[in-house]
């Protein structure tokens, strides 16, 4: 098994500025997610889009997530508009020589 890169895009209805503080509470337990190593947040003010990359240790890792809570709750929310996911298996020798975040060889 690889790491897995998770691709999440959001559209919402509101100003990105008003969901940054409530969105911050979920920070600590989309940390504290299995298989989780790390997530970037991201945000696009002007199209009104946020969203993460994520790097879980394998598949079975992303689609707990996918399954569980954090991402049901987000789905339900009446701030979205869209949401986009997609899923990416890591390419260890090539994302090691450009120096990305992740350890080459890791196994589960």
Do not use: C
């Not at 701030?79 to 990416?88: E, G, L, R, W, Y």
């Not at 090691?96 to 589960?108: C, K, L, S």
Request: hydrophobic residues 45%.
């Amino acid at each position: 098994m690889s790491q897995v890169i998770l691709q999440i895009n959001i559209k919402i209805n509101l100003p990105v500025a008003e969901i940054e503080p409530p969105w911050l509470e979920a920070a600590q337990p989309i940390a504290d997610t299995p298989g989780l190593r790390w997530k970037i947040w991201l945000k696009n003010t002007a199209e009104r889009e946020v969203g993460g990359i994520y790097l879980f240790d394998d598949e079975a890792s992303v689609q707990a997530f996918l399954d569980g809570p954090m991402v049901a709750a987000t789905k339900s929310s009446p701030v979205i508009d869209a949401i986009s996911v997609k899923q990416f298996n890591v390419m260890e020798a090539h994302t090691a020589i450009t120096r990305g975040p992740v350890e080459q060889g890791v196994r589960v």
